[in-house]
């Protein structure tokens, strides 16, 4: 049986994923991914029934607490009036769904990549950084840092490179 | 529930992605839920020519160990926030007093609820309240020092107000008197329930909030123009450079020469909220300039300046709204029970969290009430003139 942190550790981020567009704040759909896991706590007979069923719950509780939060939204905008209201509350639940695994899957797969494979990776990829000034950064060569690029690469199981390029460019 | 066929489907789907293939086995249960969930085909298609992804906000640097501990720390903080004492023996004979003396008070009260009739209790039909309370009006009681006090909700009270004063589409209005002789000091005093807008003699404008109460000369004087402010008030200061415009509220002292501003002084620290122009801002320690789109507030007897993040704080009340934005569950009733005159009654520790939203102030309570269910997540009852505060069940 897998425990709630284990859940907690691999799930989070994709959750996020999932009850950002309906809430359109980070804070907001970490708060509400923090609370479905408090009603999870509270349910440790749901461990048993294992992770397809526990992600179910979750996904559920995190849909229904962000349409909630979305609804208070729209509550507002009527008030204000002048904002127009969205059109509907329906999203494309399985597009969501998918979009979030594939978050969660890429995350957990660049979280794999070794140490030094990851650094720089980051430092290329999400700060911007020239080879040199990586090498510069980190007190190695440039050599190094384009190996470890590749390494990086190839580590990667993916077959849709662009795909984790752009996540990582993101 | 969402059916774990879907999560099966997207966790499929999303491999797909990634690896550019399946094995087979897998391929064939993607095909067969694929056909189950046709709308997923677009979807998968759409994303498989595309290679886009849409991440919501910088995933990586949320740390999941930070998170974790977050996480803890609230479950076990709502775990030990009932904390009831259990009583021993010895207390039974005070209860038993208790409980005569809270009778006797409830026959004291219902028997006080008899004699003084409230009028602005109505039947609810539409939100499914036992009762429903009316908005507050215009109004105020003026008080001129050594004469009787004058209820300006009365619909003839011209003929009782003083020369050069008028009530004019529920505003006072203060005319500069030539003579000299007699320049008493009045006093505002507004209720629950109201509100009130006036000119001053100087031409100054001021709207005071409910449960609030200004003080000035009916004339100013020749070098200065001071006013004494309990609660809130929001002032449109006529441009006078000789005179400037002084206002008193607890240990604020408040100059201005031509600005408008908000004064919140319902609670001993009082806040000063700058709309146009400059003040200069005293407290007991210290003094202060701000200029518009800034705020003074009092922090451990030190005034502190801060800029207004939205400056319909400050002015929406005026203008007949209620602005929710950025303030406590408390807050928001503290302000229904001025405007409503109701008592709250609150049956749960409220929450720090800060929401947004606003409604007018001519709506019923009910009304109100209904927005804030959707709003906070609080179940708010109203019997008679009380409103009862609970936490909202969730609807399995």
């Known amino acids: 049986m897998l425990s709630i942190e284990y859940y907690f550790k691999t799930y989070f981020l994709q959750l996020c994923t999932f009850a950002f567009p309906w809430v359109n704040s980070e804070e907001i759909a970490k708060d509400i991914v923090q609370d479905a896991f408090i009603v999870l706590m509270d349910k440790p007979e749901l461990l048993e029934k294992g992770e397809r069923v526990i992600k179910s719950f979750l996904y559920t509780s995190v849909k229904n607490m962000a349409m909630n939060a979305k609804r208070r939204d729209r509550v507002f905008d009527k008030i204000r009036d002048a904002i127009t209201i969205p059109e509907s509350d329906d999203r494309n639940i399985l597009d969501d769904l998918i979009n979030a695994e594939l978050i969660g899957a890429l995350h957990r797969e660049l979280d794999q990549l070794p140490e030094g494979c990851q650094r720089i990776c980051r430092l290329i990829y999400l700060d911007g950084m020239k080879y040199d000034e990586v090498a510069q950064e980190l007190d190695v060569s440039v050599n190094t840092v384009k190996t470890q690029r590749m390494r990086a690469i190839n580590l990667l199981k993916t077959k849709f490179l662009n795909l984790v390029l752009n996540f990582l460019l993101f | ?173 203060y005319s500069q008197l030539k003579t000299e002789e007699s320049n008493p000091i009045h006093t505002l005093i507004v209720p629950k329930r109201s509100t009130i807008a006036l000119t001053l003699s100087d031409g100054t404008r001021v709207w005071v909030n409910s449960e609030s109460e200004l003080t000035y000369k009916a004339n100013f004087e020749k070098n200065e123009r001071t006013v004494r402010l309990k609660g809130e008030a929001y002032f449109e200061v006529a441009k006078d450079t000789k005179r400037p415009f002084v206002v008193e509220a607890n240990d604020l002292n408040v100059q201005a020469i031509g600005t408008a501003f908000d004064i919140n002084s319902y609670k001993p620290n009082a806040k000063v909220l700058l709309t146009e122009g400059r003040l200069k801002v005293n407290g007991q320690e210290n003094e202060i300039f701000i200029d518009a789109g800034n705020g003074v507030k009092m922090i451990n007897s030190q005034l502190v300046a801060f800029p207004i993040p939205d400056m319909e704080e400050a002015t929406a009340w005026k203008d007949g709204y209620f602005y929710f934005e950025n303030k406590s569950m408390q807050q928001i009733l503290d302000e229904l029970s001025r405007w409503y005159g109701i008592k709250i009654d609150s049956n749960v520790s409220l929450d720090k969290r800060r929401y947004k939203g606003g409604i007018k102030r001519d709506v019923t309570l009910a009304e109100v009430c209904n927005l804030l269910k959707d709003l906070t997540g609080y179940q708010l009852t109203i019997d008679k003139e009380k409103l009862i505060v609970n936490k909202l069940v969730d609807k399995k």
Do not use: C
Not at chain 2, 41 to 58: C, E, G, M, Q, W
Not at chain 2, 82 to 109: C, D, E, M, Q, S
Not at chain 2, 163 to 170: N, R, T
């Open chain 2, 1 to 173: 529930m969402i059916e774990t066929d879907k999560i099966v489907l997207a966790e499929l789907a999303s491999l797909l992605l990634k690896e550019g293939q399946l094995p087979t086995a897998q391929e064939n249960e993607l095909r067969r839920l694929l056909e189950k969930y046709p709308d997923a085909k677009d979807s998968l298609r759409h994303r498989l020519a595309n290679t886009d992804i849409h991440v919501p906000f910088d995933l990586r640097i949320t740390d999941l160990d930070q998170e974790w501990k977050i996480l803890k720390t609230k479950y076990n903080e709502r775990k030990i926030a009932p904390n009831y004492h259990r009583l021993n023996g010895n207390w039974k004979p005070a209860i038993r007093i208790a409980a005569a003396l809270l009778l006797l008070f409830t026959f004291v009260w219902i028997w006080k609820s008899y004699l003084k009739p409230v009028n602005y209790l109505i039947p609810d039909k539409v939100y499914g309240q036992k009762n429903d309370v009316l908005p507050g009006e215009n109004g105020a009681i003026l008080k001129i020092k050594g004469q009787d006090e004058i209820n300006l909700m009365n619909k003839q009270v011209d003929g009782s107000l003083p020369q050069g004063i008028e009530l004019k589409d529920g505003k006072l209005l």
